[in-house]
């Protein structure tokens, strides 16, 4: 029903910037909220980053605010996360996911795209 392909991922310096992008496609209209996860190597997926479709209001994770950002793209059904200051520790995979309600798990998820930031 929904399809979700994160790109942008690749090797960083600490302190570098990369830009992740999740493309949506198929009933994007039923999936009104967002998300950003990631799991770093040997620990579980953790919450990076949230946004509503319908409100546009970001909400992100303490270990990335002021850092991270999301940035929309409503004519192409896209959103993006801009990563600033990377350290070592936001080494992980970066999951987009997607859902129809606020409560509740995410219904939808991307392969994933690798983000390696090295000292």
């Known amino acids: 029903q929904v399809q979700l392909v994160e790109s942008g991922g690749g090797l960083v310096q600490a302190g570098g910037s990369l830009r992740l992008s999740c493309a949506a496609s198929g009933r994007t209209f039923s999936s009104n909220y967002m998300g950003w996860f990631r799991q770093p190597p040997g620990k579980e997926r953790e919450f990076v980053a949230a946004?509503?479709?319908?409100?546009?209001?970001?909400y992100y994770a303490d270990s990335v605010k002021g850092r991270f950002t999301i940035i929309s793209d409503n004519a192409k059904n896209m959103v993006h996360l801009q990563m600033n200051s990377l350290k070592s520790e936001d080494t992980a995979v970066y999951y987009c996911?997607?859902?129809?309600?606020?409560?509740?798990?995410?219904?939808?998820w991307g392969q994933g795209t690798q983000v390696t930031v090295s000292s």
């Open positions: 996911a997607a859902k129809t309600r606020l409560p509740g798990q995410y219904d939808y």
């Open positions: 946004f509503t479709w319908s409100r546009g209001n970001p």
